[in-house]
């Protein structure tokens, strides 16, 4: 199974990025997804999930700003971030879990300036 994350970048207060994950050797349908992210110093903490069947769930620290959406055509998970802030500063990573594995991709670095 492998996970590569891509979209990340540097970017201006209040601007959009779109991280996308793709997912290869497992279907995105029969696991959990997510996106976690990492600043420095900090411990890593999960920003959004999407179920195999499609519910998704955030933290309430991008709640109204960031969306999670699933392809399951092309076996992608992306993450949509709007009206970033420089406290979005991370690198972001996915990962994609069921009840018996859990995968990470590598990460993405997402730099907010202000």
């Known amino acids: 199974v492998q996970l590569q994350a891509s979209g990340g970048g540097l970017v201006q207060a209040g601007g959009s990025l779109r991280l996308t994950c793709a997912v290869s050797?497992?279907?995105?349908?029969?696991?959990?997804l997510n996106w976690y992210r990492q600043a420095p110093g900090k411990e890593r903490e999960l920003v959004a999930t999407?179920?195999?069947?499609?519910?998704?769930s955030y933290a309430n620290f991008v709640k109204e700003r960031f969306t999670i959406s699933g392809d399951n055509a092309k076996n992608m998970v992306d993450l949509q971030m709007n009206s970033l802030k420089p406290e979005d500063t991370a690198i972001y990573y996915c990962?994609?879990?069921?009840?018996?594995?859990?995968?990470w991709g590598q990460g993405t670095q997402v730099t907010v300036s202000s």
């Open positions: 990962n994609a879990r069921n009840f018996v594995r859990s995968w």
């Open positions: 050797g497992t279907l995105i349908s029969a696991n959990d």
């Open positions: 999407i179920t195999g069947g499609g519910r998704t």
